[in-house]
């Protein structure tokens, strides 16, 4: 049994994007007096997304290639969507938003409201508390069990508010009634549009000859309620599609060890270094490979003399002049490339493990998220550290 967590890097390439856009407006403000953007004549071809996000598909399907090389691969299960919103488009049962046992469809509401609230109380903005699902109209007073009319609420305003109307329980707080007023009406397709990335991928899954079973987050989450697990990467993994609770399906293994795998990229390919104001730095050689070594390699040093006298294990940036740069676990100095001896290839990842949360420290069935987080691990090369 294997687990990997993928660590993706969107966020660092979103930066180099909005740089290099800064740099091109800079040189198009500095040799152009004014000439009016030409007509949008380069529309984007179907199924693009933001360099960003296309490299969380590319590299999840990096990955998954690889365990299809290594395993006999027969099936995929993928979580597709967050929530299933056909679960609760329509008219909801009366009553089962109040029942005390949990059902799918509450799972999948939870779940959407979760995301369309960003996860706090909509009356205080707490997070981090158990919340409820509160009916911003109460049931009461007609209010409906449509997801327009539903709110998440901390216990404590849950039970302030009680069953009075929204416009007198907020009526010291006029810009936050507007404001949740203005959340409430938000469409569906709106809050559903986080989930295009995720489609993305199951469409490339699916062009893999293979079986791709797709199933909504919130299945996973009543999944691991019922059985009452806690929230990991790895029990969120094996609680994805369907399990029969009843007939006591359940999990029995859990690995000992999360392989953390985290995405650092191969290098720019631009060969010169700007300054901040986009202006040429530095030179860059046009090669990457110096005396043998490319930066990323995973090398052993064995230095004979001086301050880091020793043997060593890190990653190196690579030197024209062969002075390589070592960053291991505590440590970063120059060596020779003549003390080093190659462990493995940079291939655009770096990899680690870092401790699973064990199954014997499960809790019992709390309805409102308490994370466990699984461990930060300690032993991943970060390139930027
Ligand atoms: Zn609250």
Redesign the pocket.
Known sequence: MITIELRHRGQKIHGGMVRRAAYRRRRRSANLRYRAPRHDNRPRPDGWLPPSVRHRVDSTMSVVMRLCRYAPVCEIHVEQVAFDTASFAGAIPSGALESTTSTRTKSEIREFLLAKWKGS??????TGVPLDIEHVRPRSRGGSNRVSNLVL??V???QAKGTAPIEEFLADQPARLERVIAQLRRPLQDVAAMNATRLQLVRELEGQDMPVHAWSGGRTRWNRFALGLPKSHTIDALATGVMDHERGDALVRMPAQILVVASTGRGSYARTTPDRFGFPRLQRPRGKVHHGYSTGDLVAAVVPQGKWAGGWVGRIAVRASGQHRITTLTSRFDVSHRNLRLLQRADGYAYGFAAEIRLSERQGPAYSGHTLKGGDPGNVWNPDA
């Open positions: 109380c909509a009356y205080c903005d707490a609420a901390c404590p305003c849950n």
